[in-house]
């Protein structure tokens, strides 16, 4: 008999496949009473396999007396109710490491991006503007630049090597110190003050909630850039919207938002702000290898041995 495994939302299709083959798999995004087909597969369901954490609530938790684990697709774990996963004794994994050169390289771009302002400038391009009004006005180098590393945990580290490459001085801030050969700040606010770019690589979850708003953002001052590949709920949004809006700060790029997809429409308007849709892992080959292991878990589970990569 395979395991009954509770889909809360469409998965990466190859992963979905791979589920569906391995396991007898409900789909609950598709259910049109979903607090029936709670209830009628209840008695079987002994684990969840979500994409993103969607749906992992203590409610859902509570409903499902059998649940034995909670496979995540994707690193952040933060939409996930850890208490309830702890207190009804349910597994949780994730998928780290194989997404970190991808959302390193997200978190570059969007670097680069704000500094030197491509996207803006290929859009005057296409607008017939190079021709019509002159060259695109100059941008900021990156080239000995400062960046400052909020939460330097593998992806930060993988951040940290290639803005080295591209010439830059790197600073961060952990809640503790590291073995790393980078200027550590005791706060958010020093480094913001000693960074030109501040770079989000924090966990998201109500640890790190608007752990960067008004005063962050001044330290960073008139001349610093954001850069947000973490979580949305990190940044204190509104504020962030006000501050690029008036040129408090110098620009952002954004991976992530505090509703997604929902983005307010003011953010559309800025010309200081590159804005993705939350791509930073989303290739192929990145997408495959966090499927792989989030089936991986789940198989190592089922046949009696430790599963790969538990957060709880
Ligand atoms: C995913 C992410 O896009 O891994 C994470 O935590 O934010 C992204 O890689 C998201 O989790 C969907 O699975």
Redesign the pocket.
Known sequence: MKPDVLLTNA?FPPTQARLEKEFTCHKLYEAADRTAFVRDIAPRVRAIAP???AGCTAELIAALPELEIIA??????DAIDLEAARKHGVIVT??PDV?NDC?ADTALALTLNVFRKFPQSEAYLRSGYWAARGPYPLTAALGGKTMGILGLGRIGEAIARRALAFGMKIRYHNRHPKEVPYPYDPDPVALAKNSDVLMIATPGGPATHGLVGAKVLDALGRQGYVVNIA?GSVIDQPVLLRYLQEGRIAGAGLD?FAEEPGVPPAFFALDNAVLLP?????TVE?RTA?GNLQVENLRRHFAGKPVLTRVV
Not at 72 to 77: S, Y
Not at 278 to 282: E, L, T
């Open positions: 998965v994409f993103g954490g995540n697709f994707g690193v952040g774990v994730n998928t997404l959302v979580r992530v939350h791509v930073g892992s989303a990145t966090m």
